[in-house]
């Protein structure tokens, strides 16, 4: 089945310590992008990959990194942590080339930092 | 900034068809308008994209301005199932080496049974 998974789906962790969120999909898609959303503010693009090793900031890049070393996983990093980051954050993936494709999206984290 | 403009939320019946505009008055040519919903606290669901004539699909209807600065969902016959968060965006298509998306804020469509 043809999917973007992401891991975990719920974590609450503490301020300034370093964690990871997993994105991988099954579909060779090119195109990964993380996003996080928050009440009331919508869906706001963190960062994304348009291929292996290409990766671009989005609107909300402060405080992440990622990296993409296979075509298939596209991990969020938070170094260090703050309670601001407290979210729901989505990964998604699409093919990209001469026409425009759609968005995949992962089920979705909620990352609590207290 | 967001490149398009929605309203906040909209109501519509069971059964009628539900309208969602989308206001993308700074489109450029090379830009496509795509439709996502997002139920609850889920993935957003990818529905519709075009780029300048208007599409129909399984789900939807999009129907394109011919200047293109706006455009128009419609779910044919809405359900209790289609209440969620609509969000218009426009996305350049092809090798851009610069893909930032901008979703917005979207249009909450409630149906009333």
């Known amino acids: 089945e043809a999917q973007v998974t992401q891991n975990p789906r719920y974590l609450i962790t503490v301020t300034g310590k370093k964690l990871t969120v997993t994105c991988s999909q099954n579909m060779n898609h090119e195109y990964m992008s993380w996003y996080r959303q928050d009440p009331g503010l919508g869906l706001r693009q963190i960062y994304y990959?348009?291929?292996?090793?290409?990766?671009d900031k989005g609107d909300v890049p402060e405080g992440y990194k990622v990296s993409r070393k296979e075509k298939r996983n596209f991990p969020l990093i938070l170094e260090s942590p703050s309670p601001n980051q407290t979210s729901l954050y989505f990964c998604?993936?699409?093919?990209?080339?001469?026409?425009?494709?759609?968005?995949?999206f992962g089920p979705g984290t909620r990352l609590t930092v207290t | 900034d967001a490149k398009t403009t929605q309203p906040p939320s909209m109501d519509c019946a069971e059964g009628r068809a539900a309208n969602l505009p989308c206001n993308h008055s700074?489109?450029?040519?090379?830009?496509?308008v795509y439709w996502y919903r997002q139920i609850h606290s889920q993935g957003p669901q990818y529905i519709i994209h075009?780029?300048?004539n208007n599409e129909t699909n399984e789900m939807a209807s999009l129907i394109i301005t011919e200047d293109r600065k706006s455009s128009t969902l419609i779910l044919p016959h809405a359900t209790l199932r289609d209440t969620a968060v609509y969000y218009c965006i426009v996305r350049v298509g092809g090798m851009n080496r610069d893909d930032k998306i901008i979703f917005g804020k979207g249009t909450r469509l409630h149906i009333l049974p």
């Open positions: 700074t489109i450029s040519g090379n830009e496509y």
């Open positions: 998604a993936s699409s093919l990209t080339g001469t026409f425009s494709y759609e968005q995949y």
């Open positions: 990959s348009m291929n292996v090793e290409v990766t």
């Open positions: 075009g780029l300048k």
